[in-house]
């Protein structure tokens, strides 16, 4: 009696999970035609939704695996970050002088503060830059890091044609950590402009990898 029970038992389970499965969703039961075989009942199911199904499925494994899909956005300039744009979109950057003024110092800095920016990776500072009028000009390009590290090199020959300016870290002389960044700066000395007034124009100013 015990194992007719069961058998009755584990039917009914059967039942259960046949209802389950292979019912609307109104909560009917689906006929099924199908022929007996040994007893049991083949069940005709739905093939197309079930191909349907697979097909999403590979989608998802692939895309997930290619990165096509759930992949977050990418900001521009910054593709497989070989560069690190500071005023990219933004546009040239206008820093007046006039030193016939004599209230006017000898020496003007232009510092542009770029937050503590982890530059290691990178291997050179580029820009474009000119002035309004004059030929000839020279100017200084100052770092300044965590540890208030203050680094310089000379930028000679710009006119009023736009010239790259590409100036390799390691060149950099007073900086031994390029891991926070705090600011750089463009000087304008009164002896090394050929004109005592104009404007020095800068644009395009990104961290780079390569020379």
Not at 8 to 31: C, P, Q, W
Not at 104 to 130: C, H, M, P, Q, W
Not at 132 to 157: A, C, L, T, W, Y
């Amino acid at each position: 009696m015990c194992y007719k029970k069961n058998v009755m038992a584990n039917k009914r389970v059967a039942d259960i999970l046949a209802r389950t499965y292979f019912s609307t969703g109104e909560g009917k039961e689906v006929k099924h035609s199908g022929v007996s075989v040994g007893g049991m009942r083949t069940i005709n199911l739905n093939l197309p939704l079930l191909v349907a199904n697979a097909f999403l499925l590979v989608i998802l494994l692939v895309g997930w695996r290619s990165g096509a899909l759930f992949r977050g956005p990418v900001t521009p300039g910054l593709e497989a970050h070989s560069e690190l744009m500071i005023n990219s979109g933004s546009g040239p950057i206008s820093i007046g002088f006039d030193f016939s003024d004599p209230k006017a110092g000898s020496v003007l800095t232009y510092y542009v503060n770029i937050k503590g920016a982890d530059v290691s990776d990178y291997e050179a500072l580029a820009f474009r830059a000119r002035f309004s009028k004059g030929e000839n000009h020279s100017i200084r390009i100052e770092f300044v890091n965590q540890f208030r590290e203050v680094g310089e090199v000379g930028v000679p020959s710009l006119g009023t044609r736009w010239k790259d300016v590409v100036i390799p870290l390691k060149e950099v002389s007073g900086i031994t950590s390029w891991s926070d960044v705090k600011q750089i700066g463009f000087v304008v000395d009164k002896w090394n402009a050929s004109t005592p007034k104009g404007v020095l124009y800068v644009d395009n100013i990104r961290f780079v990898k390569g020379t």
